[in-house]
């Protein structure tokens, strides 16, 4: 009896992680996905009517509208953020003096909940007393800035606040792909007469392909989960102008009562991140091979 | 010539430098502006602008967060909710990353057949969005007693926790020499004793790096906060979003920057202490498997 705990101790150890993975995880998803099949409302029930709740999903304005976002808003967040970090990180790496504070400076925001951050930058942005007084205190008299309540503009109040938080983030992981950089490689271009903008576009760049995708994966993923900044900044207003499909959700199943939709639309969005995930995973077994 | 070039390599980093506390600015900025403001009483706000310094500090805002400000129809200030946020954050840390030590060592050193299979269905668990298990998790805890707990809340974090603090784990045990083990199983050792007595003493980086990301994403999490507490165990973060939009006799944007920096004021403190091992978490969770 002794001898055979000994000898399954690792599957036993194992085992409650195992339990929970299979009912919490996957369980719950097709448990979810069985749910966005019915037409369930104030309370799961199990009349399946097949795919009519996603054809009131895609028919329902509201999702448009943060299906839409999602996209505005992954797009500019990833390409700035992305843009800003590796800038960063290149200007970093130039032997500069004060490096260590500087680089703390950039990447604390990352410790911050969004909800911190976005009950300051709603602050910071807001319409009356905000950056518009400030810079007419300066001396730009007329000068707006009324994004917060703007029905177009709300939605780039998320991406400004998202990119504060994150850009350092993604310098951070660029800088260290910078100094994995073999320095012959660099210094035998310099020698062949490259000038250093042609070195880091041709060789250096190259190289950072892995930390590029890394990093897409990374705030992909933020930005999927950005459910908290949008409730701290927005609320998702004004309206539902800058809701996103995890506030679309949120409201759909708790303050609706509309479970059926709720599931269908967290649904879209597992779909949505293993569309991302499936072919990075894939490559990265492949390079392991 | 020569003299020409220096100075011209002098200029681009000068130009360099200034970009980077340029940025150092701005990402410092939101800070600055929310604890001075948290430091001017509601005349000076109306009166003055974000970048001013408060010319009559005052702890009054700071005060008022912490002991008598509304967060919906409580008015007994952010600490509460400050003290629910540490009955969460601890057990939770420790029971997950315990389990996490345990099953990344089982993981690493101890294969069985299907070993490797258990590891990539738990790493799927690092990138679901929770909207796709929300639901179901609400019934279960529902079905166990435990809506609306402190133990519930716990529980969450341990189960969605796991797959983090076990890929830390797993990845740091799969650099450690497997001769080690293997002696000490022709010396008699068991399990146990192999974990305790070899891997144990050589985990310290590992656990400070575990339960720091531990620590901020438990103490930083919104959206498990708000489904699952209710009035009473809300943690922080919950409370903080109430307080913001509960405006009974008008807004005090004081009282909800000095809320704000109570809610960060942890994590921010872990990231400054421990800022390297903080990188290193995040780096870790970026680069996973």
Redesign the interface.
Known sequence: MLNFL?KN???I??A???V??VV??????V??GL?SLTKSRMM?QWDFVGLDQYSRLFSNPRWDVAVDNLFVFLILFIVIALVLGLL?AI??D?K?RVEGA?R??????????????G??????LNPG???E??MN??GFAGFEFRWLVEQDMAIYCIVIAAI?QSS??VM??FL?GLRGVDENLTKAAKMDGASTVRLYWHIILPLMRPVFF??IV?LT?IA??S??LV??LT?GGPGYASDL??NF??TY??NRSQ?GI??A???I??F??LAV?IPY?YS?LREKE | MNKFNLTNINFG?AI??F???L??F???A??Y??FT?SLKDIEE??SG???ALPLDPTLYAWKKAWATACTGSECKGLAPYFWNSVRIVFPAVIISTI?GA??G???AK?K?KG?EF?FG??L??C???????????A??LGSLGLANTVTGLVLVHV??G??FT?LFFRNYYVGIPTELVKAAKLDGA???KIFRHIFIPLSTPIFVVTIIWQF?QI?????FG??YSGSGTQPI?VA??NL??TSVGGKE?NV??A???I??LP??V???IA?KY??RG??AG??K?
């Open positions: 000994e101790l690792p599957k150890v194992l409650p992680t195992a929970a993975m919490c995880m996957y369980g719950f998803i448990w979810t749910l799961p960063l200007f970093l130039q500069i500087i703390t400076i950039y990447l604390y925001p990352m410790a911050i909940s969004f909800i911190v951050t009950t300051a930058w709603k602050w910071i007393l905000g950056i007084k400030l205190d300066w504060w350092g983030f951070a992981l260290a890394s990093a990374i993923h999927i989960k459910f908290d409730q701290a609320g499909p995890a959700m949120y199943t708790f479970i709720g599931a639309s967290a649904m969005m597992l949505g991140v995930l995973l990265e | 980093r360099i430098y970009i980077l506390f940025f150092a701005i990402y410092l939101p800070l502006v929310m403001t706000i109306r602008n974000l970048m389990l345990f099953n060592y089982a993981l101890w069985f070993s258990l269905a738990l799927f668990g990138f679901i969005p929770f909207q796709v298990i929300l639901l179901p998790m019934k279960l189960i969605y796991i797959a076990t068991s399990f146990l901020t103490w930083n999490d919104f959206l708000v489904v973060t903080l979003n913001v939009n944007y909800d920057m809320a704000a920096i809610a960060a994590t921010l872990v990231y400054v800022g903080f990188v995040l780096t970026a680069v498997g």
